[in-house]
C-alpha cells in the first residue's frame, strides 16, 4: 500500500524567504507523485508532478520539487515567497500507470509573512 | 482554460435523506474520481470510474454510495441515506487517457444535519 507523510501541518515563512514543504512516501513500486494546491474556497490545483523523468521537476509559480528515491522524499520549495502563496499544499502518490487513483498527505497550511 | 465543474458549491440536507452530487468532467477525458476530504483530514479516494463503469472503489465507498454518468457529459455521486459523518467537502477529479494527472472540481461542501 502506498502512503504520504507531510512534516508540518502548518509552516509560516516571510515574503522573500525560501519556502520548504517537506513530503515523504511509502510505496513498493517506484511512484508518481504529486503536489497540489489548494487556494481558499477553491479546488486542488496541479503544481508539478514526477513521473520518473527527469528527478527535479519545475512546476507553476516559481515551485520545484526534487524526487530522492534514497530519502524517499518529494520535498517542494521556492527560492522567494511571495504572499500569493498561501494556501494549503497536498503531496499525494499514484503507481507508475496513468490514470490512478492518488494517496494524499494531511496537507501543509503555508503562511506568508510581510 | 478547461475546468471540472461541480454543483451545488454548498449542500445541507437532514440526516436520512439523499443527496446528488453532480460533476461536469472536462470533455475529452475518460477517466472520473470522486474523492472527499472530512474537515481537519486527508482527502480521501472514493472511486474512480472508466468505460461506463467502477474500475476502483474505496473501503468508504460502501453501498449508501453510488456513481452514474447519465449522459454524455455528467458524473454524479448520490449518497442513499446521509450520516453525520457524511459530512465532508466532496471533490470531483477526471483524467485523460494516457496521462497522469487529474484535474480538479471546487468541491462541492456536503454538511448533514
Redesign the interface.
Known amino acids: 500500500a502506498q502512503s504520504v507523510t507531510q512534516l508540518g501541518s502548518h509552516v509560516s515563512v516571510s515574503e522573500g524567504a525560501l519556502v520548504l514543504l517537506r513530503c515523504n512516501y511509502s510505496s513498493s513500486v517506484p511512484p ?1 507523485l ?1 503536489w ?1 494546491v489548494q487556494y481558499p ?6 503544481l508539478l ?1 514526477y ?1 520518473s523523468a527527469a528527478t527535479l521537476v519545475k512546476g507553476i509559480n516559481g515551485f520545484e520539487a526534487e524526487f530522492k528515491k534514497s530519502e524517499t522524499s518529494f520535498h517542494l520549495t521556492k527560492p522567494s515567497a511571495h504572499m500569493s502563496d498561501a494556501a494549503e499544499y ?1 503531496c ?1 502518490v ?1 503507481p507508475p500507470q ?10 501543509t497550511r503555508l503562511t506568508i509573512n510581510p | 482554460e478547461p475546468e471540472v465543474t461541480q454543483t451545488p458549491s454548498h449542500q445541507v440536507t437532514q440526516m436520512g435523506q439523499e443527496v446528488i452530487l453532480r460533476c461536469v468532467p472536462i470533455s475529452n477525458h475518460l477517466y472520473f474520481y470522486w474523492y472527499r476530504q472530512i474537515l481537519g483530514q486527508k482527502v480521501e479516494f472514493l472511486v474512480s470510474f472508466y468505460n461506463n463503469e467502477i474500475s476502483e472503489k474505496s473501503e468508504i465507498f460502501d453501498d449508501q454510495f453510488s456513481v452514474e454518468r447519465p449522459d454524455g457529459s455528467n458524473f454524479t455521486l448520490k449518497i442513499r441515506s446521509t450520516k453525520l459523518e457524511d459530512s465532508a467537502m466532496y471533490f470531483c477529479a477526471s483524467s485523460e487517457e494516457g496521462r497522469t494527472e487529474a484535474f480538479f472540481g471546487q468541491g462541492t461542501r456536503l454538511t448533514v444535519v
Do not use: E, I
Request: net charge positive.
Open positions: 508518481y504529486f497540489y474556497n477553491q479546488g486542488l490545483q496541479l508532478k513521473t497536498f499525494a499514484s496513468g490514470a490512478q487513483k492518488l494517496v494524499f498527505g494531511q496537507g
